[in-house]
């Protein structure tokens, strides 16, 4: 099969290129997934699961991308709930080859059905950023009806769903982010809008929880804005300050099969808008990933076309 490799952690993006791998083998309560779409985050390159195995191993060539939609070709020894044939969309494990390829192999578990009428391009920009969005608001920051959040980066992948999750939950909703993106995030249902290039963060007021994707400075002033009993949460680094008188919170995204399969609902209600950009073919998928398209949204791979 084709599939983009890395082999050599100096060189990082540099070092990426499309070659033939063995097709992959299952393991047990594994499946295989012929990779329709795949997603994938520039910085994994910097991550050490990239290099190694969970026993430390090094484990390269590595392909990347964490974020699959497909069909399922085969299933391993013991596996339930799923079938050959079966449309599945969701994560790959972070310290095994990833979804840049023809096929991968990923633990049933981390899958959930795709419904019939959600493409998979949609479907490979869902995982990774509707799972941190909810699993931050709710999970971590225990957001409830009545409350309110400063999303940071609510134009960006993530933030983008964050804002309508919490829209939809009836927080009152503040999302930041350049200038440029007040338009968008207000679009997106928030109901105002903090310019992080020019006004000052003291006029967002406090709020119950602020979700922030942008880690540094951004983080540090966040702290403030918490109000007692509060939530710093954040997905860019551990919290270096902390509020007064609340939580900070730093966190991993986890698989959830339940979780996706109500965001794909979601999708498909119409009650949830993923933000996908250019859609690109694995052979450039080298070029998607050294550098940033124009545009708004995911950069998303197609590796194969539903067939009619």
């Known amino acids: ?65 964490h974020e699959v939609s497909g069909v399922v070709a085969e299933l391993g020894f013991g596996t339930t709930g799923l079938t050959v044939g079966q449309r599945v969309f969701g994560l790959t494990d972070w310290a095994r080859n990833g979804s840049l390829a023809e096929y991968v192999a990923v633990e049933a578990r981390n899958l959930a059905p795709l419904p019939a009428d959600v493409d998979h391009t949609v479907a490979a920009a869902l995982p990774i950023s ?27 992948a993530v933030g983008s769903i964050a804002v309508q999750l919490a829209v939809e939950a009836g927080a009152r909703v503040i999302g930041a982010g350049r200038s440029a993106d007040r338009e968008t995030v207000l679009e997106l249902g928030a109901h105002a809008f903090l310019d992080l290039e020019a006004d000052r963060f003291e006029e967002a007021g406090q709020v119950d929880v602020v979700f922030d ?61 993923v933000r996908v950009g250019a859609v690109r073919p694995l052979a450039e998928a080298v070029a998607a990933f050294t550098k940033r398209e124009r545009g708004r949204g995911r950069t998303i791979i197609r590796v194969a076309e539903d067939r009619a």
């Open 130 to 156: 509707g799972l941190t969005a909810w699993q931050g608001l709710f999970d971590h920051a225990r957001l409830a009806t009545g409350q309110s959040v400063l999303i940071h980066g609510a134009a960006g």
């Open 1 to 65: 099969m084709q599939a983009i490799t890395v082999r050599d952690r100096e060189a990082g993006v540099r070092g990426l290129t499309l070659e033939d791998l063995p097709h992959p083998h299952t393991a047990e309560n594994d499946v295989i997934v012929h990779v329709h779409a795949a997603g994938f985050t520039r910085g994994e390159l910097d991550w050490p699961a990239t290099w190694t195995d969970r026993a430390g191993h090094d484990r390269t060539p590595s392909v990347p991308g």
């Open 213 to 273: 994707v942008i880690g540094g400075e951004i983080l540090d002033r966040s702290a403030t804005l918490v109000r007692p009993g509060g939530t710093l949460v954040t997905i860019a680094q551990p919290p270096t300050v902390r509020p007064d008188d609340g939580q900070a919170v730093f966190f991993v995204v986890e698989p959830d099969r339940a979780r996706l399969a109500d965001l794909a609902q979601r999708v498909r209600d119409g009650r949830l808008r």
